[in-house]
């Protein structure tokens, strides 16, 4: 069982980026997905999750309406799309697969001018 998150980068406020979770041994669609981040000095927190098979998704108050979960499941891919960043969203994020215990090496974002 592997993940590995892709797609951070440095960006000003206000843009987008989509980060990617690959993941291999597994197939997404029988697994809950979750993304995490972490910022320095502050605890992980939890940002999406997509349940599966229904697809239900949930967000945190910080990121709802700016964050979007989805998964391709030809791909066996999960996405995080990201508008609006702030500065606030910097950390480094984490695909996670919570009843498989496994996470990603993570990904960073930073949203600066």
């Known amino acids: 069982v592997q993940l590995v998150e892709s797609g951070g980068a440095l960006v000003q406020p206000g843009g987008s980026l989509r980060l990617s979770c690959t993941a291999s041994?597994?197939?997404?669609?029988?697994?809950?997905m979750n993304w995490y981040r972490q910022a320095p000095g502050k605890e992980r927190e939890l940002v999406a999750v997509?349940?599966?098979?229904?697809?239900?998704?949930n967000y945190a108050n910080s990121v709802k309406g700016r964050f979007t979960i989805s998964g391709d499941i030809a791909k066996n891919l999960v996405y995080l799309q990201m508008i609006n960043l702030k500065p606030e969203d910097t950390a480094g994020y984490y695909c996670?697969?919570?009843?498989?215990?496994?996470w990603g090496q993570g990904t960073q974002v930073t949203v600066s001018s």
């Open positions: 041994g597994f197939t997404i669609s029988n697994y809950d």
């Open positions: 996670h697969a919570p009843l498989l215990n496994a």
């Open positions: 997509i349940i599966y098979p229904q697809r239900f998704t």
